[in-house]
């Protein structure tokens, strides 16, 4: 049985302070289940706090970003073992942020995996269509090249350390979500790429998360399609309420 995870992305936002006064609100407030994961993403210089603060308590902590290089002479570069060594090994790659405004591409998506895998991290890969595939109807396309140039070069053992995100690129911060029936066909539609692939075991534990201006107001539907496991939120995780609502929806 796969489990549930809901992940707040807070892209560059929070300060020290900011970050302190969320995870405390959350620790209050957390009625956490254990088949639900509840994992947050907050900058770089907050992970350490961040993780010394919900060591006891249910709440996973994860980077936005990782090098794909080991270490050297990479200027403003954060590695793998550094991350490990202030107790991070959860990571989001693939973001399109990442990929459209740092230049990610397919090569850099590859090398932040196996990076990522051989220091043993767990992995959240974003993918998704722009607004424009979708229009076109090119969207199961669009999808599946990203997934095959990327995801395909691993292994079965490599997939099992992987979660999934379908994020639309124009459901992202424009409060514009994908409907849930949407949100279905692709993830389904992944899942069977996966199984292709990779065989039914590893397609059906595969966690595979929807992301795109998901709400308190339209979480609960969306959390109700079968093939979704759960939800990457940006905006709506900053502030505690909200995501919390968010997860009681899951
Ligand atoms: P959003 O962002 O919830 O603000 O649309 C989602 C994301 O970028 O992960």
């Given amino acids: 049985m796969r489990k549930k995870i809901l992940v707040g992305n807070w892209k560059m936002n929070k300060n020290l302070s900011q970050t302190d006064q969320f995870l405390k609100s959350i620790n209050n407030d957390l009625n956490f289940k254990k088949n639900k994961r509840f994992i947050v993403a907050p900058s770089f210089v907050n992970l350490e706090h961040a993780v010394k603060k919900s060591r006891n308590s249910p709440v996973e902590i994860c980077c936005q970003n990782i090098s794909e290089f080991e270490e050297g002479a990479y200027t403003g570069e954060v590695s793998a ?7 991070v090994n959860i990571v989001i790659i693939g973001h399109s942020e990442r990929r459209e405004l740092f230049s990610e591409n397919n090569e850099v998506l590859k090398n932040k995996i196996k990076t990522a895998l051989n220091n043993n991290f767990e992995i959240i890969f974003c993918f998704g269509e ?8 090119n969207h199961l ?6 997934i095959i140039n990327t995801l395909f070069e691993f292994d079965s ?22 409907t849930a029936e949407q949100a279905q066909q692709i993830h389904f539609f992944v899942r069977e790429l996966i199984e292709n692939k990779f065989g039914i075991d590893i397609a059906s534990n595969l966690t595979i998360l929807y992301g795109g201006s998901l709400k308190p107001n339209n979480s609960k539907e969306l959390f109700e399609k079968k093939d979704v496991d759960g939800g990457l939120v940006g905006g709506a995780s900053l502030n505690p309420d909200s995501f919390l609502e968010i997860y009681r929806s899951l």
């Fill in 130 to 137: 722009n607004l424009s595939e979708r229009k076109n109807n």
């Fill in 81 to 87: 073992k550094m991350l490990s060594s202030v107790g």
């Fill in 141 to 146: 396309n669009a999808v599946k090249d990203q």
């Fill in 157 to 178: 053992n490599d997939l099992k350390k992987i979660i999934l995100a379908y994020e639309p690129i124009w459901a992202i911060g424009t409060g514009e979500n994908a």
